[in-house]
């Protein structure tokens, strides 16, 4: 075949223009080098940017799992305490309100046969007291008793 050593010359002359331009540095190759050493600091960079962003959102999580256990025992004891004043065991209830934590507020309602008492409280310290929390339990009233419970 006539062409075949003629494409090969071709080929190995195009080889040795390649590994010619692969041994000498070229303009191109020098900037990609200088741009990979100055790589190093942009994880940095982004580690301070979104570590701040992180602390942020594991912040407001923690916040709201407290508010939420805070708001359950709010609840909780709105029930309990309903269900004592309704049933007119007044020293019971009132104990029971003094083992909560303090600053706990007490609103208490009438509504016919329905003995309904609220509980407010600002949980935590810091930025925490700025949210309000607030839980209304219902209980029957078993019986008439003097005065308003």
């Known amino acids: 075949m006539p062409w075949a ?14 590994a010619a331009v692969g041994a000498r ?9 200088s741009l990979r050493g100055d790589e190093r600091g ?10 701040p962003a ?3 959102v594991l912040g ?11 708001r359950i025992t709010l609840v909780t004891l709105a029930a309990e305490v309903a269900r004592l004043e309704a049933r007119g065991d007044m020293d019971r ?9 303090a600053g706990v507020s007490v609103r ?12 407010g409280a600002h ?14 339990a219902c209980a029957a009233v078993s019986g008439e008793h003097e005065g308003t419970p």
């Open 60 to 70: 407001l999580a923690i916040g709201g799992i407290f508010i939420a256990a805070h």
């Open 42 to 51: 942009t994880v940095t960079a982004e580690f301070a940017v979104v570590m």
């Open 123 to 136: 949980p935590g310290g810091g930025m925490l007291s700025a949210i309000g929390i607030e839980s209304r």
């Open 93 to 101: 209830a009132r104990a029971r309100l003094d083992d909560a934590a």
């Open 108 to 119: 208490r309602e009438r509504t016919g046969p329905l003995h309904c008492v609220t509980l």
């Open 54 to 56: 992180v602390l942020v």
């Open 5 to 18: 050593p003629a494409a090969s010359a071709r080929v190995a002359a195009v080889g040795a223009r390649v």
């Open 25 to 33: 540095p070229t303009r191109a190759r020098e900037l990609l080098a």
